[in-house]
């Protein structure tokens, strides 16, 4: 048992606990569970055009990004638009895209619920409008407005002007995430490749460590080729396609990744990151991004759902691939980790308060432990056992029937 789970906390910091998945405050009381974690939200203001009125206090756009954060203090980690106020933000280490369900999620914070138009893009300049939130915690699918394979690292919110008064006018915006989210490695050209040449230098430590990552992830990869626009168009495409087909060879010989789950695509000097106009921006589009989507073929085990422990309250649990997630409904504990097998949970319960303080903290926490949820044979009950800090996983008694 010792193994195993060193085994998973290895795992664990090797994915780091930003891309484990977990579940996070809606700002209203209640909990929103997001597969890839902290990546799953906004990292980057593009532009911001303040309402009129602006708020007479507030905060700048950049409280927009990142986690949910709104802990009822009106005075902080919130980004108010004002009076028909427009934000937009960029995904960098993920992308939003289509899956079963709603996939774009606006939380909207404050006694009142202030709507946005919302917009999503692949370059931040065509814009496709998928819809109105209601405001305060809004779920949008986007399934009607794009196709499957399409992926979108842009998004726009414009306040609708239902609100003018008041000392924040327009909508309070305290994070914008993708649960139609995938993680999005990215490689930069001049490290990986010689000027103009699509053959991997010899050093390839940064692609083997993304590689391994892409490979305990389970999942279907979509490998995209950039350049900066110099040279023709026609030069471009080829280049940035053999430079795509050169990192799926490495994924497939290297990494032993099934050539039939890689897709490549050839987008040359489209959608630029930075400015071409200078040496550092030409740099920067000069790249290769690794796009990790779920496998929805992998079958999976059904331990999704609410289980009422016997000494904890009620425990809702998700599930996204290998990766788990859970939070007690009675004071907002967590559990985290990914199933080692078909009936085993391997991971870590987190809390608020505990019995013993640890000298690390998860997600801001120092009160947490190792823990074992091993399923019945039809997923009606679990037996769990757990441990305080990096100890082993030996103290019997968390147990749970499926409500």
Excluded at 287 to 309: A, C, D, P, S, Y
Excluded at 323 to 333: R, S, T
Excluded at 356 to 377: P, Q
């Amino acid at each position: 048992m010792k193994f195993k789970i060193s085994f998973m906390m290895l795992l664990i910091s090797a994915l780091s606990y930003s891309q484990i998945g977990r579940t996070y405050p809606d700002g209203h009381g209640d909990r929103v569970f997001f597969p890839y974690g902290d990546i799953s939200f906004a990292d980057e203001v593009v532009s911001f055009k303040i309402g009129d009125p602006g708020p007479i206090e507030g905060f700048g756009p950049e409280e927009a990004l990142g986690i949910p954060n709104y802990e009822g203090n009106p005075n902080k980690y919130f980004a108010t638009l004002g009076y028909g106020g427009e934000l937009v933000v960029r995904f960098t280490d993920n992308v939003l895209y289509d899956i079963p369900g709603p996939d774009l999620f606006i939380l909207e914070i404050g006694a009142l619920t202030e709507p946005v138009d919302a917009y999503i893009s692949k370059d931040g300049k065509d814009w496709i409008s998928v819809g109105r939130t209601d405001g305060g915690f809004s779920a949008l699918d986007i399934a009607d407005y794009v196709e499957k394979s399409d992926v979108f690292r842009y998004v726009k919110v414009v306040d609708i002007k239902a609100k003018k008064g008041g000392k924040w006018p327009g909508a309070d915006i305290d994070a914008i995430g993708a649960i139609g989210s995938s993680i999005n490695f990215q490689l930069n050209a001049a490290v990986t490749f010689d000027t103009g040449k699509a053959k991997l230098k010899e050093n390839t430590s940064e692609l083997a460590d993304i590689a391994k990552k892409i490979k305990d992830l389970k999942g279907l990869v979509l490998i995209e080729g950039y350049t900066d626009n110099i040279g023709s168009t026609e030069s471009n495409i080829t280049l940035s396609k053999n430079r795509a087909d050169a990192v799926k060879n490495f994924l497939v010989d290297n990494a032993k990744i099934d050539a039939k789950n890689i897709t490549t695509k050839a987008l040359g000097e489209s959608n630029p990151v930075a400015d071409n106009a200078t040496e550092e921006g030409r740099q920067k589009n000069r790249r290769v991004e690794l796009i990790v989507f779920q496998n929805t073929e992998i079958e999976q085990k059904n331990v999704t759902g609410t289980w009422k422990t016997t000494k904890n309250g009620n425990l809702r649990i998700y599930r996204y691939g290998d990766v788990i997630a859970g939070w007690y409904e009675n004071d907002g504990g967590e559990i985290l980790g990914k199933m080692s097998d078909d009936h085993t949970m391997q991971g870590q319960w987190i809390e608020n308060k505990s019995g013993k303080t640890c000298n690390t903290a998860i997600y801001d926490r120092k009160n947490w432990g190792s823990l074992v949820l091993e399923f019945n044979e039809d997923f009606t009950e679990f037996k769990g056992q757990w441990g305080y800090c990096d100890a082993e996983a030996s103290t019997t008694g968390w147990d749970a029937n499926r409500n």
